[in-house]
């Protein structure tokens, strides 16, 4: 496993010269260029980098050996913008809920002075990656459209995944005239869609993919089958976070725990909880999931716990890395895809508390 947080972050100072040089070559002002430095820096700099490591590491199982300092300098820097992407996602997202503490630090829009530029950032934050990737793959790559069209579909079923997850939500003013009832619209298939549309493609899919690129071996019966497992990967990741949003540690995720029930997300926990709960339980769900105040997270996390959710959770993921793990065993290496890729991602995903 070529998973080494240093070293991926030795890298970022590269990329973040990259980015400025490009915007300072187009004539941006020295006010902007200091505004856009702290814009890439504070959003992209902290977390996990996961999406961004499956770069470089994919691409060493597909060789079966270690990197060279300039294959691993190029997987890292396509591993940035990747990080990138995630934070233009990110960055209006917690405007959109409200959130505003992300990563153990304020949140974007919530530092003195950003507010609603935050929009205008987020986009920025997008707009430079293609930029970059025409920087570092045009003229010589044999698949430089091919990753920039990837990078575009990731993008609009992101999207298309965060609109449907901000339509899905119930509150009191989605209920009816009883106040009741607006679970009713938080249904499995509509979470599933949401975790496959708006988590899965860029979280798994993308950086694997751009990994295979760099391998050589994105054919696309490797890709067919490679999207198959990731898919069902990053869905599983965002049913850990779900999870975690309930039963996580503030200290361990670095932002508000039970901000899925004050903003009444369509979340696995919930639509699980949905059909296990009695009569008694229902009604405490319809009154106050979405409720938005402090009283009704402790009511809902309530009945997470009398129902069972935690062991219902650890049932679900020891059945869908079951699930996986066979699939994984039974991939043809003679293609190229190999079969570390996927025991990595479970290796860093299974049982993770942040």
Known sequence: ???????????????????????????????????????????????????????????????????????????????????????????????????????????????????????????LLQSIVYSLLKRYLKGKSGWYVDVVELFQEVVFRTELGQMVDLVSVTSRSSRGRDGKGGVHGLTKGKCETIARMKTAYYSVYAPVAVGLYLGGVATGENLERMRGIAVRLGMYYQVQ??????????????????????????SWLIVEALKMVDAGQRAV??????????????RVQGVFREVGMERAFREFEEGVIGEVR?????????????????????????????
């Open 285 to 298: 769900l319809e009154e106050w999931y979405g409720q938005g105040e402090g009283e009704g997270v402790e």
């Open 1 to 123: 496993m070529d998973i080494n947080p240093d070293r991926f972050e030795s890298i970022f100072p590269t990329v973040l010269e990259d980015a400025l040089s490009y915007a300072k070559s187009i004539h941006t002002p020295p006010e902007a260029l200091s505004w856009l430095r702290k814009n890439i820096t504070h959003n992209t700099t902290s977390g996990k980098h996961l999406r961004g490591l499956l770069i470089p590491n994919t691409y060493a199982r597909t060789l079966s050996r270690p990197l060279t300092s300039p294959e691993y300098t190029l997987a890292a820097k396509l591993g940035w913008l990747v990080e990138f992407l995630q934070a233009s996602f990110l960055v209006p997202d917690d405007i959109e809920d409200h959130d505003t503490f992300r990563r153990g630090k304020p949140s974007w829009h919530a530092i003195p002075g950003v507010g609603l530029k935050a929009i205008n950032d987020a986009a």
């Open 326 to 354: 066979r699939d994984v065993e039974g991939i043809d290496e003679s293609s190229g895809l190999r079969k570390g890729i996927f025991v990595d991602i479970i290796d860093i995903m299974y049982r993770r508390d942040k």
């Open 241 to 266: 976070d779900d999870y975690l949003d309930s039963f996580g540690e503030r200290g361990r995720l670095g932002k508000e725990v039970g901000r899925d029930i004050k903003d009444g997300k369509c």
